[in-house]
């Protein structure tokens, strides 16, 4: 495995979970026979303090990629997409790690999705390319045969859970036991959010549909601060900005929703649509 790493660690999941910082996303998806029709789904949630976001078609080295972006409206970074090839990346924040000390521990490193978007076909090109990650963070990665996460954490290392049959979901704090030393912020969203993304995941024993796990992206449950689709209690606070689904499908090219705001102000005005691959990356 590659992905600029020197030491790779084994991961298991484990029954405890762990506190981690308010601000960050909700990453999810099923794969396998938990799909109906087969391939993957993956959804993120993007949560942040209100700005502007937009989204983007890219002609990246080898591949068109679709992605978010989000930041000042004349400066956005690349949050996550998915290409013509059938490979999704989203990245989510380690949050649990206070900011001096994870920028300390080394750079966001902007261009690992770009690299990974517009050069990479699947999850083993992808996790085999050597990319450097840059410092502490989480990327959830999907083709139509598998899921995985990838946990960024200090000296280099990290840490990889990859499935393929079954469900996967990731806030913004380290699962693998080896990084449980980099929770070091007690974060009650992060927690709440996972756990309840856990128990939908398992609520529904019959195989998923993209709109399944968009409807798990909408879920409220927990409140304005902790759930999965987050309102915010304060206007200036983190909220969700954005879901963006996907389904990659063998023999096809993705199909996504999206659902997301454009400007700061506009809470409960996203703009909601859907798009199929021959829609989305029309034959050139």
Known sequence: ??????????????????????????????????????????????????????????????????????????????????????????????????????????????????????????????????????????LLLADASELAWVEVGDHDQVAVRRVSNGTLSHTNFYLSPEFQRLNLKEGVSARHRYRRIEELLASQQTPYVLEDLIRFSQDKAEGPDNSIWRLGSRPDGPQTLAAFGVWLHAGARPDVFVKIRYSPEDQGREDVYQLDGAHLFPEQ
């Open 1 to 138: 495995m590659g992905i600029s790493v020197r030491k790779l660690l084994p991961v298991c999941l484990a029954a405890w979970l762990p506190a981690a910082a308010a601000w960050g996303c909700t990453l999810f998806g099923a794969q396998g026979s938990r799909v109906l029709g087969g391939g993957s789904l993956l959804v993120k949630n993007r949560d942040w303090r209100p700005e502007y976001q937009e989204m983007r078609l890219v002609q990246g080295p080898l591949y068109r990629y679709y992605g978010i972006y989000g930041g000042a409206e004349n400066h956005m970074a690349l949050k996550g997409g998915v290409n013509e090839a059938g490979l999704a990346v989203f990245s989510a924040s380690a949050s649990s790690i206070p900011r001096k000390e994870r920028l300390a521990m080394g750079p966001w490193g902007k261009g690992a999705l770009k690299e990974l978007l517009g050069s990479c076909a699947t999850v083993e090109e992808a996790l085999a390319r050597g990319t450097d990650l840059g410092g502490p963070k989480f």
